[in-house]
């Protein structure tokens, strides 16, 4: 199972951006799908967006299609969500979480994950 540390969050502005990155331990990271999903306060996890194990792929949640880019770096065992067009609803606390691709039902579910990061805070004000 592989180890997972985000970073990147912090404090923007409404339409302002950030970008968050996934570090993951391991020399089969090539192998994983992974994905970001986040919770604001007093609100369930929820997902934000995923990317197979090759990159070819890529899936949002409507709520930050266009605004929002998954990507990976196999080379350098990272995954990165570039956020703009931040919104104060985007606030909450978000997390980087895979599973082998092998192993995978959905992309879009919490629980077909299972190796979570910390989670990294995105504040945007308003």
């Known amino acids: 199972q592989v180890q997972l540390v985000e970073s990147g969050g912090g404090l923007v502005q409404a339409g302002g951006s950030l970008r968050l990155s996934c570090a993951a331990s391991g020399r089969t990271f090539s192998l994983y799908a992974m994905g970001w999903f986040r919770q604001a306060p007093g609100k369930e996890r929820e997902f934000v967006a995923a990317i197979s194990w090759s990159g070819g792929r890529t899936y949002y949640a409507n709520s930050v299609k266009d605004r929002f880019t998954i990507s990976r770096d196999s080379a350098k065992n990272t995954q990165y969500l570039q956020m703009k067009s931040l919104k104060f609803e985007d606030t909450a606390v978000y997390y980087c979480?895979?599973?082998?691709?092998?192993?995978?039902?959905?992309?879009?579910?919490?629980?077909?994950?299972?190796?979570w990061g910390q989670g990294t805070q995105v504040t945007v004000s308003s």
């Open positions: 979480a895979a599973i082998p691709a092998r192993k995978l039902a959905s992309y879009y579910a919490e629980n077909s994950y299972d190796a």
